[in-house]
């Protein structure tokens, strides 16, 4: 009877064995395995195919070179004077004086009229001159320019995605990180990713 026991053992054990690897076989062909190449049975049923990626390199915003930023500014100088002395403002004033010192008076006190209305004046257009010169303004428009550095270059904005298919290593450039594996479609194009 002990021979029977540990046939029926052995026998019992065999088969669970055989089931139990035959279960594996079938989830590791239902899922392509990490790396592994695709089931008959799964090409067949046209099931989802995958790789195993190898890398995933960031490709970052390439930094923007600085640029130079203008505006117009109006900038308000004092006119340039040309005549230092008020030479005219007095010539002018000593003329005008004296025209008007002649209309009063007569004989020597036209004369003494005369010269005080050139001095007066005179000294008078020398004053407004010079005051006229000291208020003088020119406003003109100047351009300024300055140089504000570049941004960029922290931003991820790609991934390069190697990855093995069927002993074939390939690249393929996406918008995000695929994880470990990748749903491929005919062995090349990357359709989408599989965490």
Known sequence: MSRLVVSALNF?????????????????????????????????????????????TPVHEAPSAPQQV???EVVTQHK?????????????G????GLLGNQVGSGKGRTLATVAGAVGGGYAGHEIQANHQQNATVSSTQRRCTTVPGNG??????????????????????DHDPGDRLQVQEGVIAVSDAH
């Open 80 to 92: 340039p004077v040309q005549d230092t002395h008020q030479i005219a403002g007095t010539a002018i």
């Open 70 to 72: 203008c505006h117009d």
């Open 12 to 56: 019992g054990l065999g088969a669970a064995l055989v089931l139990g690897l035959s279960a594996c076989n079938r989830d590791a062909n239902a899922d392509g395995g990490v790396g592994a190449a695709p089931s008959a049975q799964a090409a067949a049923q046209g099931g989802p195919k995958y790789a195993r990626v190898v890398s995933v």
């Open 153 to 174: 270059g922290d931003k991820v904005v790609a991934y390069d995605v190697s990855y093995e298919y069927n002993g074939v290593t390939r690249t393929v450039r996406m």
């Open 94 to 97: 000593a003329i005008a004086g």
